[in-house]
């Protein structure tokens, strides 16, 4: 999805207004080299910004040590952010930061460029560094010459912008889906309800998707969090954030029903209240208990539904089931994987075939031949094609991996080939006959 851009614009135009009193404060500082005065006094008027930047580089290269160094480096950030380039205006905020390590404008600058690095080319270094700077504004003191309520503004300007750099290098470089989610939620708490819809409203939708990874999973969460993005995202947005919503509500629910009252709810307010409720979705043994619940006769499930009762079903359930298939002869329709004289290894389900895994062993009552042994990948059907059958003997259950789903492994006996039935030949009239 297109990023919503908008926390940046409001916390550069906050650091202007609380910067000004600073600047105006470091401005009264006394110059006492005329030339250097003047040369001060040219740069910082000029009206051109490109020639105005040019002036002030000239200035810091001529008196590197001149007492308003911290104010000229300050106007550069500006002016090089004014012109709209970022090396630079990173250059200028990093001088800053080794003359002045905890200014706070020149921390928020560099992370601000940073992080924006970090989102666009997913450079860990770039992340890192965001992040590491971000760390610093937050733990910054107050400088003594900083009015307490510039301060209060300043920093509820940049402390979300800080929690949002951190949380996306949590996410890009350091994948900590855990500890993004709880940069993300410090973020969004620092915000009202109404700034949530628009200035936290990218970070919003951030947080419903690092609520949808390994080790921060929480798929409630991330249904809330995407509808109350639905919400305020422009109507050209709404599709794509409706998709993910819609896929993790089935993924949950098992159905979109009650979507629209989530919805509704995450209207109204930044996180989820307490009596937040969607019902999950019946586990695979509970679907698998009322499907035998209304199966009067089990023999009549197929053949895939049988082993996956008992390879997910509860033990209940699985040994009912069992009760009725032991010692019953079946048809084996699947796909060779592994074939001897006397026992046929075969793929029924789609994902056994698609692992090339057998999930049914059939020991043959009789040693085939030689000529007679399948070849990998031979289908057997159901008559009047050649089948494959069997008794059902036992079965083991094969636990679920990181790449595969629980599957059972079904042993038959005296199993056999069965040939196709030959067709008929066509009835020929006896000679003489006319029609």
């Known amino acids: 999805m297109k990023k919503l851009v908008l926390a940046s614009v409001m916390a550069l135009a906050s650091l202007s207004l609380v910067f000004a009193p600073m600047l105006r404060a470091q401005d009264s500082i006394t110059i006492k080299d005329p030339a250097e005065f003047n040369s001060y006094q040219t ?36 002016t090089y952010q004014g012109l709209g380039d970022a090396d630079k205006t990173l250059s200028a905020a990093s001088r800053m930061l080794q003359l002045d390590p905890s200014n706070m404008k020149a921390i928020f600058i560099s992370v ?29 003191s107050k400088p003594a010459d900083t009015p307490a309520g510039d301060w209060k503004k300043l920093t509820g300007a940049t402390y979300p912008v800080f929690h949002s750099a951190i949380a996306l290098d949590d996410v890009v470089s350091k994948k900590d889906f855990k500890s993004a989610v709880a940069e993300y939620t410090a973020e969004l708490m620092l915000y009202t309800d109404d700034q949530t819809k628009t200035t936290g409203l990218q970070d919003t939708l951030l ?53 629209d009252e989530v919805k509704s709810q995450a209207a109204l307010t930044t996180f989820p209240p307490a009596t937040l409720a969607i019902a ?34 509860s033990r209940e359930d699985a040994n009912r089931l069992w009760a009725v298939l032991k010692d019953k002869d079946t048809q084996v329709p699947g796909t060779v994987i592994a074939a001897s004289a006397s026992v046929i290894k075969v793929a029924v389900t789609q994902d056994a075939k698609a692992s090339h ?8 009552k009789k040693p085939l031949e030689e000529k007679e042994i399948p070849a990998v990948g031979y289908g057997y059907k159901n008559p009047p094609m050649t089948a494959l059958v069997g008794v059902y003997d036992s079965f083991t259950v094969v636990p679920a991996t990181d790449t595969t789903d629980a599957a059972a492994q079904i042993v038959l006996r005296d199993g056999a080939i069965v040939p196709a039935e030959k067709k008929a030949a066509p009835h020929k009239p006896a000679a003489g006959h006319r029609k």
């Open 357 to 364: 895994t057998p999930d049914f062993i059939v020991n043959l």
């Open 207 to 259: 947080l419903a998707q690092a609520y949808t990874q390994p080790g921060a999973k929480d798929l409630v969460k991330a249904i809330w969090f995407y509808a109350r993005g639905w919400n305020f995202v422009p109507a050209s947005y709404k599709p794509t954030v409706e998709k993910s919503l819609e896929y993790y509500y089935a993924k949950y629910h098992g159905n979109l029903k009650g979507l």
């Open 112 to 140: 601000f460029i940073k992080k924006g690095q970090c989102g666009k080319t997913q450079d860990a270094q770039a992340c890192d560094d965001a992040a590491a700077l971000a760390q610093r504004g937050l733990t910054a």
């Open 280 to 313: 999950p979705a019946p586990t695979p043994a509970e679907k698998i208990h009322d499907l035998l619940a209304t199966t009067p006769d089990l023999k009549t499930l197929a053949l895939a539904d049988k082993e996956t009762i008992l390879a997910v079903g």
């Open 43 to 78: 740069a910082s008027q000029q009206s051109d910004p490109t020639a105005k930047a040019s002036a002030l580089e000239s200035f810091l290269e001529t008196y590197p040590q001149s007492v308003v160094k911290t104010a000229v480096l300050d106007q550069l950030i500006d």
